[in-house]
């Protein structure tokens, strides 16, 4: 059987990510009841980070834990990656001492040139282009406080940046409308937008594309590796805040998620998240779950009897 590889939300087929969001939903609750589970019991995560991270290396890490497994840190700061070994090669070997790989990094094609000589499941933690955990996290929030998404309609405001791209696979996936509102010259990848067609509408005004969204998400305005161009995105980009009062144009009851970190006063209002309709402390709790969903489904005969 060929390995499997998470590095997009189109390696699941949409009944596959379903049943990713219902297991990660018995997880939690397993969780939350104190009953022990341990499907990846001697298992061992290796974790490739030439990004920095909170939330996602907590969660796999974490999540490892939980179910009898290990997770491994790797820097490149430590290992021969940094050293200029080519990647291949380095996915040869850490494949073999392994039973899944996470890599959380800058080139999307560096995590495609790993998988395609990893001999294990390779995850994609975050790339410049894609964050396909993240939209499983929260796929499984929305779910948790609204029910399925298929045929909602979902706001997405600010920079069309990984997170925007992400949930314009989501869109197919999950057979969601997806409006985006961003500046010109800002748009997500135009492949991506090319994969969703008609479930996509893009808008200048932020209030337009709120209208009748029942879950609305944003993202920073400046990203990993993005930072000389802070000042003209805080410029650019203010009229694209997320604040009560444009959530106060979407559905009576719409939700609001943010990936975090957030930068409170710029992408969102100061107090945005402690508004009732934000759930981002759920969302940011159900990476947790959502990946261990993913560790049992993609590690073969983790998952216990």
Known sequence: MSTRHFLSLMDCSPDELAGLITRAIELKALRRDGVPHDSLRNRVLGMIFEKASTRTRLSFEAGMIQLGGQAIFLSPRDTQLGRGEPVGDSAIVISRMLDAVMIRTFAHSMIEEFAANSQVPVINGLSDDLHPCQLLADMQTFTEHRGPIRGKTVAWIGDGNNMCNSYLLASVQF???????????????????????????LFRDPREAVKGAHLVSTDVWTSMGQEEETARRLKLFQPYQVNQALLDMAAEDVIFLHCLPAHRGEEISL??????????????????????????FLIPSARAS
């Open 175 to 201: 057979d969601f409308q997806l409006n985006i509102a961003c500046p010109e010259g800002y748009e997500p990848q135009a492949r991506f937008l090319a994969q969703a067609g008609d479930r996509v509408k």
């Open 271 to 296: 107090d945005l998240l402690e508004d009732p309709r934000s759930k981002a402390w759920d969302q940011a709790e159900n990476r947790l779950h959502a990946q261990k969903a993913l560790l049992e």
